[in-house]
């Protein structure tokens, strides 16, 4: 099993930063892609930025340009730099680590999900 918690999430207003973390825990040799997803109220779950093998990167096109997904394989951490943050971008968002194969993919582990919220 993994283990991951997020840290970092708050209220902030249209515009500002925030840095999102998230350490893995148990089993992280299963690890192979780490990432962020988000779920606004109503709305289905979506990624938002992941990270594999170093320099492999892929972010949904909303955040693209003011989100920086970043991971420290020593530490078993990723972590997300949102900037010049929109008040769309307000979600619950959720680490996520795929690890050993299941089916005809990989299995997904989530963190417990931490709120961004941003003020207009």
């Known amino acids: 099993q993994v283990h991951l918690v997020e840290s970092g999430g708050g209220l902030v207003q249209a515009g500002d930063s925030l840095r999102l973390s998230c350490v893995a825990s148990?089993?992280?040799?299963?690890?192979?892609?780490m990432g962020w997803y988000r779920q606004a109220p109503g709305k289905q779950r979506e990624l938002v930025a992941v990270?594999?093998?170093?320099?492999?990167?892929n972010y949904a096109d909303s955040v693209k340009g003011r989100f920086t997904v970043s991971r420290d394989r020593a530490k078993n951490a990723v972590y997300l730099q949102m900037n010049s943050l929109k008040p769309e971008d307000t979600a619950v968002y959720y680490c996520?680590?795929?690890?050993?194969?299941?089916?005809?993919?990989?299995?997904?582990?989530w963190g417990q999900g931490t709120q961004v919220t941003v003020s207009s």
């Open positions: 990270m594999g093998s170093p320099g492999m990167t």
């Open positions: 148990g089993d992280t040799f299963k690890i192979h892609l």
């Open positions: 996520n680590a795929e690890g050993e194969p299941s089916g005809l993919g990989y299995h997904n582990y």
